[in-house]
């Protein structure tokens, strides 16, 4: 069974870094396509980034295209977000999400393609 659990967030300045961790921590013993999403308060859920279910296929929102990288190590069962260059945009809640589904290897980029979240953290940037 999978079981999510999102930790890494924090309080950052703007300019700063975090780097969010996603552990399966059911130790699945399988790989699954894999996303980033966040949602701030009173927006809708929104992806960030995805990652495919090899590792070699990912996927950027325009926000993040440039100041985030989405990486997997499935031997730790394991999928992070190293967030750089924050800013007071990226404040929200961010969740982890995967596609326990068949899938065709590719990444997906909507919340309805996921079936498994995790319970979030929270990303707060400040000023």
């Known amino acids: 069974q999978v079981q999510l659990v999102e930790s890494g967030g924090g309080l950052a300045r703007v300019g700063g870094s975090l780097t969010l961790t996603c552990v399966d921590s059911?130790?699945?013993?399988?790989?699954?396509?894999m996303g980033w999403f966040r949602q701030a308060p009173g927006r809708e859920r929104d992806l960030v980034a995805a990652i495919s279910r090899s590792g070699t296929r990912t996927f950027y929102s325009t926000s993040a295209k440039g100041r985030f990288t989405i990486s997997r190590d499935d031997a730790k069962m394991s999928m992070y977000l190293q967030m750089n260059n924050l800013t007071l945009e990226d404040t929200a809640t961010y969740y982890c999400?995967?596609?326990?589904?068949?899938?065709?290897?590719?990444?997906?980029?909507?919340?309805?393609?996921?079936?498994?979240w995790g319970q979030g953290t929270q990303v707060t940037v400040s000023s």
């Open positions: 059911g130790r699945s013993s399988s790989t699954y396509p």
């Open positions: 999400a995967a596609r326990r589904v068949s899938d065709n290897g590719a990444y997906y980029q909507m919340s309805y393609s996921y079936d498994t």
